[in-house]
């Protein structure tokens, strides 16, 4: 077994999408970043090749390579999933939170997991999204950012 730990965050800008787990939110502002800024899905590919022991997402899709501009991070995960394979890895779990004051997260979180879920061609129950604020503390209390943090399992199929 092999854990890994992930974590990303992005400034909220305005005249950007805002875009967790591959769901477009409504909201007045989006996360600024080189792809769509999905800093949930920015830590869970961390945390996946954390544990592969495969690095972390700048080595393997760097801010400066222009394939990556703009480009769904749902995507670079589905790129994240082939190296796991590729290096005999299975997924047995993720949990993730999203640490942002707005919008309220509530009523995306399933559509989060199914999307993360999906993209990784594992059961939706293995994948679970968490939201919470910090009471108005710190930059994401003052609403001036997003941060995720995700933590996962593999097991060795090899």
Do not use: C, W
Not at 14 to 40: C, F, M, N, Q, T
């Amino acid at each position: 077994m092999r854990v890994g730990i992930g974590y990303d965050v992005h400034k909220m800008v305005e005249g950007r999408a805002l875009v967790l787990g591959g769901v477009k939110i409504p909201y007045e502002k989006g996360l600024l970043g080189h792809s769509d800024a999905d800093v949930l899905a920015h830590a869970v590919i961390d945390a996946l090749l954390g544990a592969a022991g495969e690095g972390d997402i700048g080595k393997h899709f760097p801010d400066s390579d222009m394939r990556y501009k703009g480009i769904s991070s749902l995507i670079l995960l589905a790129k994240a999933k082939e190296l796991l394979a590729a290096r005999g890895f299975e997924i047995l779990n993720i949990d993730s939170v999203i640490v942002a004051q707005e919008p309220k997260l509530a009523p995306y979180k399933k559509e989060m997991a199914d999307n993360i879920a999906e993209t990784l061609g594992i059961s939706a129950g293995l994948v679970n999204v968490k939201a919470t604020t910090t009471e108005g503390l710190g930059f994401t209390g003052a609403g001036d950012g997003i941060a995720a943090y995700a933590v996962t399992m593999l097991r060795s199929v090899r």
